[in-house]
Structure formats: structure tokens, C-alpha cells
């Protein structure tokens, strides 16, 4: 094919890629077209492996507010009454060794202990000190699939009758600020923060720090998580799932 024919028929492929997008489900797609701009313009600006903000001691809140779920119903009460001590967090999906977690296994892993601010999206912060080992410690212990390209984030409350999760793809997984905390300012975490454990994305806003956290899953894709969405929020508002800061 001659150089100039195969830009005709390149740029005729490119237009007609554009209408079959304006063409399908307007809302939705749009949205995820520019989702995927501030996804990449963040990027230029901020790389999204570069450090969170940390703060010193001086700087944490005397309260850090709950917010969402703060006393989960079901069989939380038991765990909550014996300290935890049947809690397990499971890491399955798409890995090669499944686990299953107890919270004396997390604490003997090595830990992170970072000062990071909170940011919600309901307009309020917070600036606490987390303690907990990194996600990908547990990652590389459970040994990622080929095909894992997501992680997701499940708790063991509801809202409104629907169980809250949450999830990322693999760079802020990976993160080294992205730990599972069991503390928060140097003691075991208040229920009202999401005890016994929860996440902690630096990178991102509040509603993804999963709390009440009981399971972490490697998935290929969000389609079938929920409604799709990638996180509770996502599902019901208008809340982005690449939530970075
Ligand atoms: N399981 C669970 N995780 C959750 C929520 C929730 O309701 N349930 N709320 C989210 C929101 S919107 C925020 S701002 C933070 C609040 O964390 P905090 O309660 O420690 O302040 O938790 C997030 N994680
Ligand atoms: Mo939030």
C-alpha cells in the first residue's frame, strides 16, 4: 500500500472508532472518556508512583472522625466482643497460593508506619499515622496471575443492604503507601476507622480505603464486581473509580 493510502485508510479507521463511541451508551462512555483523560493528564502532571505527603507527629488530629459504615451489624458484634481474634483476611482470586490471614500472621510481616492526610470527598480531612504491612507483600506472598489486572477490596459491612467494596489496578496496588493498617496513631484501630483492618491508598480519596476489610481479590475485570462499577460509591453516584490526589 502506498504511504498515502495508508494514512486515508488509517485516519478512516480512526474517525469511524470515533462515532462507534459517540454512537454507544452516550452517558456512560463519555464518562469513561474523560475519566480516562484525568486519568492520564494526572499522570503527566503527578507520576503516580511518586510519594504521597507525609506529616510529622505534631501534625495528626487529636479525632479522627468515622465516616460511612462506623458499627457494622451482623456477625461483626462477635468478632468485635473476642478482640478479633477469629478475624481472617483471605487473599484469593487470580493468585497462585490463596491465603488466609490471621491478624497475628499480619502483624508479624514487616510494617509500614506512615502520616498521611485523609481527604473525603464530603469536604472535611483528617491526619492520622497508620501502621501495616504493604499490599504488595501480601501480593507477592499470594503470587499475582498473568492475568490478574485489578485488586479488589471486600468488607464486612453494608450500607443501605448492599456490602461496600472497592478497588485499583495494579500500580496503586503496588504503591508503597497503599498498606493494610491494623493501627492507627500507635493503637489497635477504633471500630469506628474500620477494625481490625482496612486500607490505606494514600493516592487516592477516601471513599477508596476500604474498612472492615475481609477479603482481597485479584481480578482480570471489574464487569462482574458489584454493578460494574468498581466500588460502592461508583456504582450509586457519580464518584470516579481513578480517584487519584
Ligand atoms: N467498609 C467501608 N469502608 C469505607 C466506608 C464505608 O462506609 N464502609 N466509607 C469510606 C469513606 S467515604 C471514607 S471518607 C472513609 C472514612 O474513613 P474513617 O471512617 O476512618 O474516617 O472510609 C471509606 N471506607
Ligand atoms: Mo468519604
Not at 475519566?35 to 505527603?53: F, G, I, T, V
Amino acid at each position: 500500500m502506498k504511504r498515502r493510502n495508508f494514512l486515508a485508510a488509517a485516519s478512516a479507521a480512526f474517525v469511524a472508532g470515533c462515532n462507534r463511541v459517540a454512537d454507544s451508551a452516550p452517558g456512560t462512555r463519555l464518562f469513561a472518556a474523560a475519566e480516562d483523560w484525568h486519568k492520564s493528564a494526572h499522570r503527566l502532571l503527578n507520576p503516580r508512583d511518586a510519594l504521597a505527603l507525609e506529616f510529622a507527629p505534631e501534625d495528626i488530629s487529636p479525632f479522627f472522625r468515622g465516616n460511612g459504615t462506623t458499627q457494622p451489624a451482623g456477625d461483626y458484634p462477635a468478632h468485635e466482643a473476642n478482640g478479633f481474634e477469629d478475624w481472617r483476611l483471605e487473599v484469593r482470586g487470580l493468585v497462585r497460593h490463596p491465603l488466609s490471614l490471621s491478624l497475628d500472621n499480619i502483624r508479624r510481616l514487616p510494617q509500614r508506619t506512615q502520616i498521611t492526610r485523609h481527604d473525603c470527598v464530603e469536604g472535611w480531612s483528617a491526619i492520622g499515622q497508620w501502621t501495616g504491612p504493604q499490599l504488595s507483600t501480601l501480593l507477592n506472598a499470594a503470587g499475582l496471575r498473568e492475568e490478574a489486572r485489578f485488586i479488589v477490596f471486600r468488607c464486612a459491612d453494608e450500607l443501605a443492604g448492599a456490602e461496600y467494596y472497592e478497588s485499583v489496578d495494579l500500580v496503586d496496588a503496588f504503591h508503597s503507601q497503599t498498606i493494610v493498617a491494623h493501627r492507627l496513631n500507635g493503637a489497635p484501630l477504633p471500630v469506628r476507622n474500620g477494625a481490625p483492618l482496612r486500607m490505606r491508598i494514600e493516592k487516592q480519596l477516601g471513599y477508596k480505603h476500604a474498612k472492615y476489610l475481609t477479603a482481597i481479590e485479584a481480578v482480570a475485570s471489574l464487569d462482574r464486581i458489584g454493578a460494574g462499577g468498581g466500588g460502592y460509591w461508583e456504582d450509586r453516584s457519580g464518584y470516579h473509580w481513578y480517584a487519584g490526589i
